[in-house]
Nanobody
Framework: QVQLVESGGGLVQAGGSLRLSCTTSGRTFSIYGYAAAWFRQAPGKEREFVSSINWSGSNRNYAESVKGRFAISRDNAKNTVYLQMNSLKPEDTSVYYC????????????WGQGTQVTVSS
């Protein structure tokens, strides 16, 4: 079973930036060839899609709420997926999860444990 590990969350003021990272636990599984995505879940709300990227990085998708502020990327050599978050807003406060899928838009089959992002006003 593939386990993903997120890092980079924290507390930031509105307008600030954070970069989340996601890699595999133990680094024995390669993310090469798989799509990756970020989701988030705020207290009392359902988990929602944030962004996705195909295996090569040539296809990137964003939720409307983060378009223009967030950027997803990946470094297959480092087995890591990133989410650069700029111009953060209080409504971005959530637990952020990374996930792997066979392709963009398909159901994820591996998840991380999540990293908390809190944006203060």
């Amino acid at each position: 079973q593939v386990q993903l590990v997120e890092s980079g969350g924290g507390l930031v003021q509105a307008g600030g930036s954070l970069r989340l990272s996601c890699t595999t636990s133990g680094r024995t599984f390669s993310i090469y060839g798989y799509a990756a995505a970020w989701f988030r879940q705020a207290p009392g709300k359902e988990r929602e899609f944030v962004s996705s990227i195909n295996w090569s990085g040539s296809n990137r998708n964003y939720a409307e709420s983060v378009k223009g502020r967030f950027a997803i990327s990946r470094d297959n050599a480092k087995n890591t997926v990133y989410l650069q978050m700029n111009s953060l807003k209080p409504e971005d406060t959530s637990v952020y999860y990374c996930a792997l899928a066979d392709r963009v838009g398909s159901a994820p089959w591996a998840w991380g444990q999540g990293t908390q992002v809190t944006v203060s006003s």
